[in-house]
């Protein structure tokens, strides 16, 4: 694959050069590259990817379907459209949803015009990991807006409800920030 074409050229840039402004290697961290290592990692990292963009594609696709409060019954116009169509948070979820519907097929054709050898599209698999991220975000925000549009009518239920999931984001955030300072101070 390319990744091969490139070896010579990552290992002479990976060096560790004492001295200079590139004391640490035109690219940091990689003086203990082993390619042929890194590429497995490489593409076991992307398989997986690849497998959680699918997961979500087809959890907010069924959630599309799946309209928080059901659908209309009473014969009329407005027969088979969405209970809380007039609900902000509903319209929330709506949007939140296809967000990430979007940038999990968006991930998922750059794994597949990458895997079929389109080496234009090449570049494309580096986007891959930050539309998962995304969509992922939007599919927790669809949850949240779609548990809250059902729940409003417990007001103290659906906060206490919003709160919990919402705890993802803190959390989150300190957990890559204890990890990229544990990188950093680690260091090549």
Same mark, same amino acid.
């Given at each position: 694959?390319?990744?091969?074409?490139?070896?010579?050229?990552?290992?002479?840039?990976?060096?560790?050069?004492?001295?200079?402004?590139?004391?640490?290697?035109?690219?940091?961290? #990689? @003086?203990?590259?082993?390619?042929?290592?890194? %590429? =497995?990692?490489?593409?076991?990292?992307?398989?997986? &990817?690849?497998?959680? !963009?699918?997961?979500?594609?087809?959890?907010?696709?069924?959630?599309?379907?799946?309209?928080?409060?059901?659908?209309?019954?009473?014969?009329?116009?407005?027969?088979?459209?969405?209970?809380?169509?007039?609900?902000?948070?509903?319209?929330?979820?709506?949007?939140?949803?296809?967000?990430?519907?979007?940038?999990? #097929? @968006?991930?998922?054709?750059?794994?597949?015009? %990458? =895997?079929?050898?389109?080496?234009?599209?090449?570049? &494309?698999?580096?986007? !891959?990991?930050?539309?998962?991220?995304?969509?992922?975000?939007?599919?927790?925000?669809?949850?949240?807006?779609?548990?809250?549009?059902?729940?409003?009518?417990?007001?103290?239920?659906?906060?206490?409800?919003?709160?919990?999931?919402?705890?993802?984001?803190?959390?989150?955030?300190?957990?890559?920030?204890?990890?990229?300072?544990?990188?950093?101070?680690?260091?090549?």
């Amino acid at each position: 694959m390319h990744a091969c074409l490139l070896q010579p050229e990552i290992q002479e840039l990976s060096e560790v050069v004492d001295v200079g402004p590139f004391r640490r290697g035109v690219i940091p961290g #990689l @003086s203990r590259w082993k390619f042929e290592e890194n %590429v =497995s990692k490489w593409e076991k990292r992307n398989y997986s &990817l690849m497998v959680v !963009s699918v997961l979500i594609a087809t959890v907010t696709f069924a959630a599309a379907f799946t309209m928080p409060g059901g659908y209309q019954n009473e014969e009329g116009t407005q027969q088979g459209t969405s209970v809380l169509i007039r609900n902000a948070a509903f319209q929330a979820f709506v949007i939140t949803d296809a967000i990430a519907m979007m940038f999990s #097929l @968006s991930a998922i054709f750059a794994h597949i015009f %990458v =895997s079929i050898g389109a080496s234009t599209f090449f570049p &494309l698999i580096n986007y !891959s990991p930050r539309f998962t991220l995304i969509s992922m975000v939007a599919m927790i925000l669809a949850f949240v807006t779609g548990t809250y549009a059902v729940l409003a009518p417990s007001s103290g239920l659906a906060i206490a409800t919003c709160t919990i999931c919402l705890s993802f984001f803190p959390s989150t955030i300190y957990l890559f920030y204890k990890m990229v300072k544990d990188w950093a101070e680690s260091g090549p």
